[in-house]
């Protein structure tokens, strides 16, 4: 049967006072890293209060597809606390300990019963904690302008690097790490199980985190079962040994965030409605306006991210020299379905809700068309990803299970994760400021994976996080037609 339990049933069991020393240290000392980052110590850290009474929540046939991918590693620098690093340790973790008791199944385990479910036990088995030092270096190191990404530096800020998310059967299904710069700054890094949060979900928890941490009070999250809850399809992995990713995590990538101001965004999105009353581009806005299966929003303009997103997908496939012209390029798009279903269920549903939506064109077409062509082709896309959409995905999926494709495999495909929406800066100030920048690790990274950030000054601004093979990301350097719209945010000159 489907557990339909609500956050709110189980708020009475959350303490309003601070945990006391929930935490056990684990280790003391550690080797300094390559990239000059030691972790000092690390500490397991369980919900506080009394244990949950959540019970199994069973993964969806959203959430089982993910068993295959990294575990997300997402996390944010903030400026100098003003308190003494002691205190500010135990604040993170008594704070943290807290978070955890209004989710529970973050602090638990798989399970893989008799009938080849799986679940999250929420046992209250506990999390780590992480707390590291780089003396050596400072914000400048990692926040650098016009410059790739150093990944070299950045991927020892998270724990559990490229850790399976099936592994959540004997790892922690979250891990932490707040990491010292020798300059007073910190990162706040996260790693959560892909197949127990989508991106909403995951910044969700770190707004909670920050809010009990200044003394606010949390958005709760709902725990019902109730996206395709009903479903009995299950994922067999033979002799309990779980699936590796369907990429290759080693293939050499060249890292880099693109910022693109309001303005920029603005104009691409004045390109992407202009109309055209001839040609290819009347055809595609007359289907658009007139076919009586596509709701309201496939007649409405096209918006600000997926104007964006079009000329991304443009210059990526003009920068990929080897594709042919008649090679099929896609743009696909990590899709909330939280609202799109009808019903729609809880924006505060806990677990994966997503899809991918995937849009398609050759690459002749995309060459010889503009943005408005590209553009119309996505809104188009989105527009139609509705509740028959998402229910025939989770029907075809249910008839064949099976883990989620991640990846790239002809070289042709773009792939948009995360979410410009997502409340990244909103809402993370844990009691000494805003946050100043958000990075991520390696996981889930390839050729063509990019993920979408909101800008920090909160103005509309867009930051892109472009996963790229070496030679198409020196080729899109060069393309002026996109470099026109990237620019350097105001807190970084």
Same mark, same amino acid.
């Given at each position: 049967?489907?557990?339909?339990?609500?956050?709110?049933?189980?708020?009475?069991?959350?303490?309003?006072?601070?945990?006391?020393?929930?935490?056990?240290?684990?280790?003391?000392? +550690?080797?300094?890293?390559?990239?000059?980052?030691?972790?000092?110590?690390?500490?397991?850290?369980?919900?506080?209060?009394?244990?949950?009474?959540?019970?199994?929540?069973?993964?969806?046939?959203?959430?089982?597809?993910?068993?295959?991918?990294?575990?997300?590693?997402?996390?944010?620098?903030?400026?100098? =606390?003003?308190?003494?690093?002691?205190?500010? #340790?135990?604040?993170? #973790?008594?704070?943290?300990?807290?978070?955890?008791?209004? %989710?529970?199944?973050?602090?638990?385990?798989? #399970?893989?019963?008799?009938?080849?479910?799986?679940?999250?036990?929420?046992?209250?088995?506990?999390?780590?904690? *992480?707390?590291?030092?780089?003396?050596?270096?400072?914000?400048?190191?990692?926040? #650098?302008?016009?410059?790739?990404?150093?990944?070299?530096?950045?991927?020892?800020?998270?724990?559990?690097?490229?850790?399976?998310?099936?592994?959540?059967?004997?790892?922690?299904?979250?891990?932490?790490?707040?990491?010292?710069?020798?300059?007073?700054?910190?990162?706040?890094?996260?790693?959560?199980? *892909? @197949?127990?949060?989508?991106?909403?979900?995951?910044?969700?928890?770190?707004?909670?985190?920050?809010?009990?941490?200044?003394?606010?009070?949390?958005?709760?999250? $709902?725990?019902?079962?109730?996206?395709?809850?009903?479903?009995?399809?299950?994922?067999?992995?033979?002799?309990?040994?779980?699936?590796?990713?369907? %990429?290759?995590?080693?293939?050499?990538?060249?890292?880099?965030?693109?910022?693109?101001?309001?303005?920029?965004?603005?104009?691409?999105?004045?390109?992407?409605?202009?109309?055209?009353? @001839?040609?290819?581009?009347?055809?595609?806005?007359?289907?658009? +306006?007139?076919?009586?299966?596509?709701?309201?929003?496939?007649?409405?303009?096209?918006?600000?991210?997926?104007?964006?997103?079009?000329?991304?997908?443009?210059?990526?496939?003009?920068?990929?020299?080897?594709? $042919?012209?008649?090679?099929?390029?896609?743009?696909?798009?990590?899709?909330?379905?939280?609202?799109?279903?009808?019903?729609?269920?809880?924006?505060?549903?806990?677990?994966?809700?997503?899809?991918? @939506? =995937?849009?398609? @064109?050759?690459?002749?077409?995309?060459?010889?068309?503009?943005?408005?062509?590209?553009?119309?082709?996505?809104?188009?896309?989105?527009?139609?990803?509705? $509740?028959?959409a998402i229910r025939g995905a989770a029907a075809a999926w249910q008839a064949a299970p099976r883990c989620f494709p991640l990846g790239n495999p002809d070289g042709a495909v773009v792939t948009m994760g995360s979410s410009n929406r %997502?409340?990244?800066?909103?809402?993370?100030?844990?009691?000494?400021?805003?946050?100043? +920048?958000?990075?991520?690790?390696?996981?889930?990274? %390839?050729?063509?994976?990019?993920?979408?950030?909101?800008g920090r000054s909160g103005d509309g601004s867009v930051d892109i996080e472009v996963c790229l093979a070496p030679d198409t990301m020196a080729a899109l350097l060069r393309d002026d037609e996109f470099m026109q719209y990237v620019s350097?945010?105001?807190?970084?000159?």
């Amino acid at each position: 049967m489907a557990q339909m339990l609500s956050a709110m049933t189980m708020m009475d069991t959350v303490p309003t006072a601070p945990a006391i020393m929930p935490a056990q240290p684990i280790c003391l000392d +550690a080797p300094v890293s390559g990239s000059g980052i030691a972790v000092l110590s690390r500490q397991a850290v369980r919900p506080d209060g009394p244990p949950s009474a959540i019970g199994d929540l069973t993964l969806s046939v959203s959430d089982l597809p993910m068993l295959s991918c990294h575990y997300i590693q997402k996390g944010l620098f903030f400026p100098a =606390p003003d308190v003494p690093m002691a205190s500010l #340790v135990s604040l993170l #973790v008594s704070s943290l300990s807290r978070a955890l008791a209004v %989710f529970p199944a973050l602090a638990g385990r798989f #399970v893989t019963l008799p009938d080849d479910r799986i679940v999250i036990r929420c046992n209250d088995a506990g999390v780590e904690f *992480h707390h590291a030092v780089a003396p050596a270096l400072s914000l400048n190191d990692f926040l #650098v302008p016009n410059a790739d990404v150093p990944a070299r530096l950045t991927k020892d800020l998270f724990p559990m690097d490229r850790t399976v998310s099936y592994e959540g059967h004997r790892r922690p299904l979250t891990s932490f790490q707040l990491t010292v710069l020798g300059d007073g700054a910190v990162f706040i890094g996260v790693v959560a199980n *892909h @197949a127990v949060v989508d991106g909403t979900s995951f910044w969700h928890f770190y707004n909670t985190w920050a809010a009990l941490c200044r003394g606010a009070s949390p958005r709760l999250p $709902d725990f019902r079962r109730n996206f395709f809850g009903e479903s009995t399809a299950v994922l067999r992995f033979a002799g309990g040994v779980g699936p590796a990713v369907t %990429f290759d995590a080693d293939a050499p990538l060249r890292e880099r965030i693109f910022h693109f101001s309001r303005d920029a965004i603005r104009e691409l999105k004045a390109m992407a409605n202009r109309r055209s009353s @001839a040609g290819q581009d009347a055809e595609v806005y007359g289907k658009m +306006a007139h076919d009586p299966n596509k709701n309201q929003e496939a007649r409405g303009e096209i918006s600000s991210f997926q104007s964006l997103c079009a000329q991304i997908w443009i210059s990526t496939t003009r920068a990929r020299k080897q594709l $042919d012209a008649d090679a099929t390029t896609t743009l696909r798009l990590a899709v909330n379905c939280r609202h799109r279903l009808r019903p729609a269920i809880s924006p505060a549903y806990f677990g994966n809700a997503i899809q991918s @939506a =995937p849009t398609t @064109a050759t690459v002749a077409e995309l060459a010889s068309n503009d943005l408005r062509w590209a553009a119309s082709k996505l809104h188009a896309s989105l527009a139609a990803y509705g $509740d028959e959409a998402i229910r025939g995905a989770a029907a075809a999926w249910q008839a064949a299970p099976r883990c989620f494709p991640l990846g790239n495999p002809d070289g042709a495909v773009v792939t948009m994760g995360s979410s410009n929406r %997502f409340p990244m800066y909103e809402g993370n100030d844990f009691g000494w400021g805003r946050p100043l +920048a958000v990075r991520s690790g390696r996981a889930n990274k %390839f050729d063509g994976k990019m993920s979408a950030f909101p800008g920090r000054s909160g103005d509309g601004s867009v930051d892109i996080e472009v996963c790229l093979a070496p030679d198409t990301m020196a080729a899109l350097l060069r393309d002026d037609e996109f470099m026109q719209y990237v620019s350097c945010p105001a807190h970084l000159l």
